[in-house]
């Protein structure tokens, strides 16, 4: 079993759609989770940063945390067109950036 | 525009060409990092420089050489390579290794091996 699984899509949504993007993970040493964005010809983008389980908001974006299913969920409100580009889930055992694991990431297009 | 640049953006060697990928960081940030990004597959850490020195190899072949002449700057050198390395690579930096932070990318440098 890989370490983070994340569906790649592509996942294609009409313009103000709530969007759901998951990853599950199998390792119960995770604590830091995290959420970048890729846009294409660009590189990744921190985009919410959550420690151990529960929910933090941002904005249009929820990132939620649920250790006892070792699964974590990014949630978009009212989606945008500039919301389309690559979302990638990552986390790590202890916060440094070297333990960083990453899902395979989801392509999103938000359709106008 | 990020503080961490990279350069080439684009890359076509030659399997018996040498060439080097730079990165800088405007960021005053202690750790710099090399990603390989492939299609289809997860973001694979290469190595990780704290201080300007290598704290982690991650079983990279020895056709990719890492060098950190100071805390902005780190370079890979690239010999040999095989088709199979063409992919995204990308630079990060961060405030600190091995404690909470976050990492900052460049913009990668897309390398195609023919």
């Known amino acids: 079993q890989k370490e983070v699984e994340q569906d790649p899509g592509p996942l294609s949504v009409p313009e103000g759609a709530i969007v759901s993007l998951n990853c599950t993970y199998s390792n119960s040493a995770f604590q830091y989770f995290m959420w970048y964005r890729q846009y294409s010809r660009k590189g990744p983008e921190l985009l919410m940063y959550?420690?151990?389980?529960g929910n933090k908001e941002d904005g249009r974006f929820t990132a939620q945390v649920d250790k006892s299913s070792k699964y974590i969920s990014l949630f978009i409100r009212d989606s945008q067109p500039s919301d389309s580009a690559t979302y990638l889930c990552?986390?790590?055992?202890?916060?440094?950036?070297?333990?960083?694991?990453f899902g395979k990431g989801t392509k999103l297009t938000v359709n106008p | 525009e990020t503080g961490v640049t990279q350069t080439p953006r684009h890359l076509v060697m030659g399997m018996t060409n040498k060439k080097s990928l730079k990165c800088e960081q405007h960021?005053?940030?202690?750790?710099m990092y090399w990603y390989k990004q492939s299609a289809k597959k997860p973001l694979e850490l290469m190595f990780v420089y704290s201080l300007e020195e290598r704290v982690e190899n991650n079983s990279v072949p020895s056709r990719f050489s890492p060098e950190c002449p100071n805390s902005s700057h780190l370079f890979l050198h690239l010999h040999t390579l095989q088709p199979e390395d063409s992919a995204l690579y990308l630079c990060a930096s961060s405030p600190r290794p091995r404690e909470n932070s976050e990492a900052f990318f460049g913009q990668g440098t897309r390398l195609t091996v023919v």
């Open positions: 960021l005053g940030h202690n750790a």
């Open positions: 990552a986390m790590s055992p202890q916060g440094g950036s070297e333990k960083l694991v």
């Open positions: 959550t420690y151990s389980s």
